[in-house]
């Protein structure tokens, strides 16, 4: 199942994001810790409202409200620091597979260089933003919410496993949201590229050449026939954005009518002395954990979903033959 959900320029592009791999063990580290901080949280918040709060037990009132503000400040303190390294990762790749590229169109021979200037310029800037989410944030990012879903499952089932069933049974209409826009969303993917990098050679022709353009008084036939262009990649990008934003706004439709489900049953339960009001509180505050990951995994999976194109065009300037030497003397090394 899962080779038939990767196509093959997707599996050779995770093959080729292993050369980032320590930079990958850095985010997972950080994360890691993260994940332990928010494992203890709901236990000290049900025993802060059910033996401190409702016993009256003002001795420990202070102690466990200080323990549970280190565990935020330390995981959100953790995050800050996970988040500044994965942009700054990869804004590094960006810059390394930039340079990769260059030289790969700057040895190929002149014969097999058949990309318009506009499209390059796409490859290389736009195109490899997305290539370096998915070589140094995809896989981690995947593993990382199956940990988070896996620590919220394990702590609403010792929470309260009649009221954690009910909240896994949104979890089929999470999976028919994600199978009934992920085809589409490839579809609009491949379309919306293309469509980018005819602009941008259009753009590039038509700024070489402003001059001539003057000289021949045609700035508005040639403002129009840009407009049509950049009309065209508008309408591809605004459908592939549709699919994009119904997908993750379906996932958020979801989470929010939880929470009154929740809510209502568990209030019940209180109610019936079934279950505590610290469990209760406890529970509705991991539960909403329970959609973050489904709704991050499927931003990574959509990446999945565009990473077939955006790799295809990658490893067609990466797989150029190189021109062999010809004795030709290289530039001096202090050349600017």
């Known amino acids: 199942m899962i080779s038939n959900f990767f196509s093959s320029n997707t599996k050779r592009l995770f093959k080729y994001s292993k050369k980032y791999q320590k930079k990958v063990r850095n985010i997972f580290a950080f994360f890691l810790s993260v994940e ?47 988040n500044y390294y994965i942009m700054s990762y990869g804004a590094d790749v960006i810059k390394n597979e930039q340079l990769i590229l260059y030289e790969k169109l700057q040895k190929a021979p002149p014969i097999f260089l058949n990309f318009k200037i506009g499209d390059i310029l796409a490859r290389l800037t736009s195109d490899l933003e997305y290539i370096s989410n998915f070589l140094v944030m995809t896989k981690p990012s995947i593993i990382i ?44 993917s491949k379309e919306e590229r293309k469509g980018y990098s005819k602009v941008m050679e259009s753009l590039r022709e038509k700024i070489e ?52 489900i929740i809510l209502g049953f568990g209030g019940y339960m209180v109610m019936k002395g079934i279950l505590t009001l610290g469990t209760l509180i406890a529970f509705l505050g991991v539960s ?7 709704n991050l995994i499927s931003g990574q999976l959509a990446t999945l979903q565009q990473a077939d194109t955006l790799s295809q065009r990658f490893f067609e300037i990466f797989d150029l033959p190189e021109e062999e030497s010809e004795g030709i003397y290289s530039l001096p090394k202090n050349y600017d």
């Open 145 to 188: 919410n199956i940990i988070q879903f896996g620590r919220v499952s394990l702590i609403l089932f010792l929470f309260n496993w009649p009221l954690a069933l009910l909240t896994y049974a949104t979890i089929p209409i999470y999976f028919w949201i994600l199978k009934h826009f992920k085809t589409k969303l490839m579809e609009t």
């Open 209 to 260: 050449n402003v001059n001539t353009i003057k000289l021949y008084k045609k700035e508005e036939f040639f403002q129009q026939k840009l407009k049509v262009e950049i009309k065209e990649w508008s309408e591809n990008k605004k459908q592939y954005v549709w699919s994009e934003v119904s997908l993750n706004r379906g996932l958020i439709f979801i989470s929010a009518i939880m929470t009154p």
């Open 36 to 82: 332990i901080l928010l494992l203890i949280q709901p236990f000290v918040l049900r025993y802060l409202i059910d033996d401190v709060m409702m016993q009256s037990n003002f001795s420990l009132l202070l102690p466990i409200i200080m323990l549970y503000l280190l565990l935020v400040i330390g995981h959100i303190t953790l995050n800050f620091f996970a």
């Open 288 to 294: 909403q954990g329970l959609y973050g990951p489904l």
